[in-house]
Each structure stands twice: as structure tokens, then as C-alpha cells.
């Protein structure tokens, strides 16, 4: 087994960073839309384990890269807590039935996770026996899955979710609180079937007030955290800069930091907490010398420990593979 | 003429923070979409004096605030260069031939603002001689038109910016040089026109990594503030968290924040600058105690001095106008 990624999070000399790359399973792969195409729909795929390990190995096939994560959705919990959930083409995921009112709430139920959301389980059993890798398992943040559902697919402004904080504070706390004990128990499973490491993506978070990310977002991660043991835990919110004093409240074991952050800064502001990132998922569409001049002086602005390099927010479908080969290249052949 | 703002942006006492808001006169308002709708079309509006300064009069009648700001749009100088600019509904700004190729640069004319532009200056002069609070001229920092100009309209990911300003350094860089001229000249216009404060709006530079601020918007911004004299300038990003330790290297007068960031924090960081902000432009969907409540926390945390009280954002079509009488009301009653 690869040991490179366990050995950046424990804070161990490493030779050069880990590398691996959120969303590596994904559209910018000729051969993912045909396994895609094959599995019918995008939530018949992450259903399909089989086919859902397969695009999990895909990005390891074509890249030598040092973790993998697992294939699958951050919005499955929320489908299986009731919500009829769909992938629209060019539009994203779409809950057909958003939660607008506090009577709505009462139609929620509680999943049990080998019942209601088996398949998770099981990629990740075929996905272990196979890889040389460590695999990630991962889930969405309470606020970020709040978010989802209460808006009922992606925002721009987050107006349903912001305004329902304000106008039912505390039944949003109880949604959120409910939704932490279930990120909780579903990481947990994800760990018991053999990921070696789980992140929470708190994407939207990072569109709070640095006071609101405090209320909704914080605890509740937090919360979610506090319940997995055995491997470790990161954090990822897309805009973390506004919340680097605070975000070690969360107690997770490193943070996936975003493009926008300034990496050593965002280290000394942390402390000796491992830190995972940053590069722009558009630098990929630059030319090759580019790419590399970006890795290293990512690479040396994070320092020689404790340091998983990764991009910034996942790679995009128009990112060039190209792109991605001169970012693997320039991280591996880095030296401290 | 009110004077609160002026004392607020020259750190003199003040008994409670000014208060106006980024688009306050625009799509919130029905008596706006009236005025619109005489217009004819978006880019009519702002270039019809009279019509432009009735917009900007509308907020006024119904709010007793502190501060306009003239109506226009900040894509008007790329389409006084020759660019054929229009405003699609639904998308918003749209350039009918946005730039890919460096040969597209030559086409671009120096415009002359009194020939090319001559109806911003016309609308503040019909302002000034009515209104007895001080007026805000601005426009769009050299980063922000050259992404929408290269995007063609607004953007997710801007891939067509970053694409360029990787492939094409030097010219991506004099494309900079030459929008940072037209700003300073553009601004001073409008100051020589009458206005009393001046605002650069780099909204997109809030995406960049922070390296790439340094690069791409930040010496720009810096040369386009630096070419205007006689009036407090501001500057604006959509995101300054991340840049708070380069943002003085601006060297505005004050700085705008967006609801993102703590505004206690960022004013430790900034040190003894004025700052403006920074309300999520959401909370105004709240029930008008948490209105209230916010914007007490906010005046609160921002001290007693060189505060102006504002929007982290422009104020959304979806507004209640109940909403933003409770926000006027609640900085209005406050006292230090």
C-alpha cells in the first residue's frame, strides 16, 4: 500500500507531496461517459457498484496517483431520507419537492445505512480488494446538504436556505443537528467497509457571513466529525479564507483549503494541522510550463510536511488531460 | 449637503454610521422597472440622462439615506472601445465578439469620455444641482472588464480569462495597462462632473488565487485609483477575504467589504483605513428583527470610527422593500 498520503497527514517527512484530485473520477474522462452511458442515469451510476468502482479506477488507470476517493454523490443521504431526487442535464441535481416549510420536516426519515444506501458500502468492498491506494469516503457537510435540500438544487444566492435560517432558526438547528448524527453514521460505515481516510465537503458553507458559518455551519460539522474515528478526517469548504481563525473549532484532522487561499498563510494561521490544496482547477488549461511553475510554488508556500497537494474545488469537464498529466508530473517530481 | 459620509471616510467622529447600498436604485424598486421600461432597453437607460438620474433619485424618495450613486453600468467604457454590448434578459451583459485571440486586442479604441461616454457626465450634473447627499461615481476595475470582455458575459468558472492571461502574459498584462488608464480618466471625469466619492467595482478579481490577484488586480487597480485626486476613492472585490494582507497595497482611501468577511478582523488587518460594508444582501429576506439585530452586530464589531454602513453586495431583485426600511432604520437609530 501506498503509504504517501498517510504518511502527509500524520505531519512525517515526505519526499514530495501526496497528489490526488477531487472529482479525478469524472466527466473530464472520455471513458467515464461511457461507463456513464452504460449505467443509464448519473444516480444509477453511484447505485451500480460495479460500475461505480470502475470510474473510481479510471483516473488510476491513466495517472500515478497516490489516493483515490470513491465514487458517488454528497446528496444519496438526503434521497434516502425520503427526498425524490434527480440529475437534470445541464442543470445538476433537482429535489422535486424542496423543503420551503417547517411541516415538511415531519416527512423526513431517518436511514438505515446498510438499507437504504447499500451500494456505498459495497463499491468501496470491490474498490479495496483491488487498489493499491488509500480510498477516500466522503459525504456532504449538514449545512451544505441543508442547503440542497431546502433550495432544491445549486444556487446562486441561497435565498430558500438563508431565508429559512432567519424564519425558523430553531427547527433549522434540529435539521442540521438530525443530518449531523446521519453524516456521522454514514462516514463511520464508509470507514467499517475500508476507506482509509473521509472528507465532508461543506461546499456551500463558504458562502455564509463568517458570524452565520459560525451558527450553521461549524458546530455541525464539527458534529459529524466527532462521530468517525479510526482514520483521518478532513474539511473542505470552497471559500475558506473568511473563516481560517475559526475553522480549527471543527476539529477535523487537516483542511482542504481552496484556490483563493494564500497556502502559507493559511498554514501559519492554523497551525501545525495538516492542510490539503490549492490550485485553480483552471490553471489545468494553461500551458504545461505554467501548470508546473504553479505545482511547485504551491508546493513550496505549504512546506515540506504535512502537505496533500490537490487541486483547489474539483477538476472541471473542460479540463484538458493533458493538463492534469503535467500537474501529476510536476508533483511527483518534486524533491524536499 | 449631509455630511456623514464624508466625516465617516476621514475618520472623524460620527454619531452613527452612513448608510447607503450597492444598486440601490435597480430591479427591487417597481417604480424602477417603469422608468425601464420608458427606457426601452438597459443600455437606453443609462444613456439617457434624464431617465438615468430619475433611477437614481427613486431610493432616495423612499429611504432617508446618506449617499447615491449615479445609475450606469460599469460595462459602458469596453463599449465605448468598440465592443458591441448587449443585455440579454435572463443572461445579463453579453458581448456579441468577446476577445480569444490577441490579434482581436487591435481592434479596441482609446475611447474620449466627453464624445464617447458624454451621458454618464451629463447625468451627474443633472444630479448634483437636486440632491443634497453626496453623489458616488464608478466604474469596473481593469481586472473585471477585461474578464467579462474575454468571457464575453458573466461567467462560472471563468475559463476564457484565465486561459488567456496564462497563454498571453504580456498582452493580457498591457490589455490591463490600458483599462487602468481609461478607469482613471473615466473616474476623474465623473469627479470634474461633481461627484463627491468615487468607487472602483473589481467584483471578479474575488475569484483569483491570491498570487494571481497580486498579478492581475491589484497593480491595476492601483493605477487606475491613483489617477483620480480630489475625492475619497473606494475599491470593491466580491471576495477580499483571502486578500486582506495585500488590499492596502491599493492604496484607496477605503475599502468595501463583502458580507464574507468578519469586518472586526478585517479592520485589525487594514488598520486605521475607513471601511464600508458589509451586510449579506440576504438577510434583508429576513423577519425584521434579524435585520435589526445584524445590523447592529455589524456597526458593533466595525467601531466607532471610519465605518460606512452598506451591502457586502448590490441588493438583490428578490428584495423586500420592507426589508430594506427595517436595515435603514436600524443603522439610523443607532448611536456611539
Known amino acids: 500500500m501506498n503509504d504517501l498520503l498517510s504518511r502527509a497527514l500524520n505531519s512525517e517527512p515526505i519526499e514530495r507531496p501526496p497528489v490526488w484530485f477531487m472529482r479525478q473520477a469524472g466527466r473530464y474522462l472520455p471513458e467515464y461517459h461511457v461507463t456513464r452511458a452504460e449505467a443509464g442515469s448519473f444516480l444509477g451510476l453511484c447505485r451500480a457498484p460495479k460500475l461505480a468502482a470502475e470510474v473510481t479506477l479510471q483516473p488510476l488507470r491513466r495517472f500515478p496517483l497516490d489516493a483515490s476517493i470513491v465514487f458517488n454523490d454528497i446528496l444519496v443521504p438526503p434521497a434516502a431520507m425520503g427526498m425524490d431526487l434527480d440529475f437534470v442535464a445541464g442543470k445538476g441535481p433537482v429535489f ?94 464508509q470507514v467499517d467497509a475500508g476507506c482509509s481516510a473521509v472528507q465532508l465537503f461543506d461546499t456551500w458553507a463558504g458562502d455564509l457571513s463568517t458570524d452565520a458559518f459560525e451558527k450553521w455551519a461549524l458546530p455541525y460539522a464539527k458534529k459529524a466529525l466527532a462521530g468517525v474515528s479510526g482514520v483521518p478526517r478532513l474539511y473542505f469548504t470552497r471559500n475558506a479564507a473568511p473563516y481560517l481563525h475559526l475553522i480549527k473549532g471543527i476539529e477535523a484532522d487537516a ?30 488549461n494553461g500551458p504545461p510550463e505554467v501548470i508546473k511553475a504553479e505545482v511547485h ?10 502537505h496533500v497537494f490537490n487541486l483547489g474545488h474539483g477538476v472541471l469537464p473542460i479540463t484538458p488531460i493533458e493538463g492534469v498529466h503535467a500537474m501529476v508530473d510536476a508533483v511527483r517530481e518534486w524533491r524536499w
Chains 1, 2 share one sequence.
Open 96 to 189: 422535486a419537492d424542496p423543503i420551503r416549510d417547517v411541516a415538511q420536516l415531519k416527512g423526513l426519515k431517518k436511514p438505515v445505512i446498510a438499507e437504504d444506501m447499500p451500494h456505498v458500502l459495497e463499491t468501496i468492498k470491490l474498490l479495496v480488494a483491488e487498489i493499491d491506494v488509500p480510498l477516500f469516503g466522503f459525504a456532504g457537510a449538514p449545512y451544505t446538504l441543508a442547503a440542497y435540500m431546502i433550495e432544491g438544487s445549486g444556487s446562486r444566492h441561497f435565498e430558500h436556505v438563508k431565508a429559512f435560517s432567519m424564519h425558523h432558526p430553531k427547527e433549522f438547528h434540529m435539521l442540521l443537528d438530525t443530518l449531523a448524527d446521519i453524516c456521522a453514521e454514514y462516514l463511520q460505515a
Open 255 to 284: 483542511y482542504a483549503m481552496d484556490w483563493h487561499v494564500d497556502i502559507a498563510r493559511a498554514r501559519k494561521q492554523l497551525g501545525d494541522v495538516p492542510i490539503m490544496g490549492n490550485m485553480d482547477p483552471l490553471t489545468l
Open 297 to 306: 510554488r504551491i508546493i513550496r508556500a505549504a512546506g515540506p510536511t504535512g
